[in-house]
């Protein structure tokens, strides 16, 4: 499994637009779907969180290549799906990341450049 991941979280739908956020949710899911049975991505999670006052309560987690990720970020359905979830969700964004190996190799170069 790759240890590139690309974080997509939200807060809350805005008070009116829940309707829009439930369709939109399963349009996303249905994408993402695509995207791992044609081999784009390797794979995604969904997670919502328990109430706990904060202001992140869901994310997707999505795992795939460095390259394979990009070109998901820059195409048009993704744009489109951020731009619509911009609408009707609060706090929404997404953002690159490292999991599993990666991990170490990203703690190795922090502490590389700790001064001494």
Excluded: C
Aim: aromatic letters at 10%; glycine letters at 14%; a negative charge.
């Amino acid at each position: 499994m790759g240890s590139n991941a690309l974080f997509f979280a939200w807060n809350r739908s805005v008070p009116g637009r829940e309707g829009e956020s439930a369709a939109h949710f399963e349009e996303f899911v249905a994408y993402l779907t695509g995207l791992q049975e044609g081999g784009t991505i390797e794979s995604f999670d969904v997670v919502f969180l328990n109430a706990h006052g904060g202001d992140m309560n869901g994310f997707f987690l999505i795992r795939g290549e460095p390259a394979a990720l990009s070109a998901v970020m820059s195409g048009d359905e993704w744009v489109t799906h951020m731009t619509r979830a911009a609408l009707h969700l609060e706090g929404a964004g997404a953002i690159r990341g490292s999991t599993g190996e990666e991990v170490g190799a990203r703690m190795a170069l922090w502490g590389s450049l700790i001064p001494s």
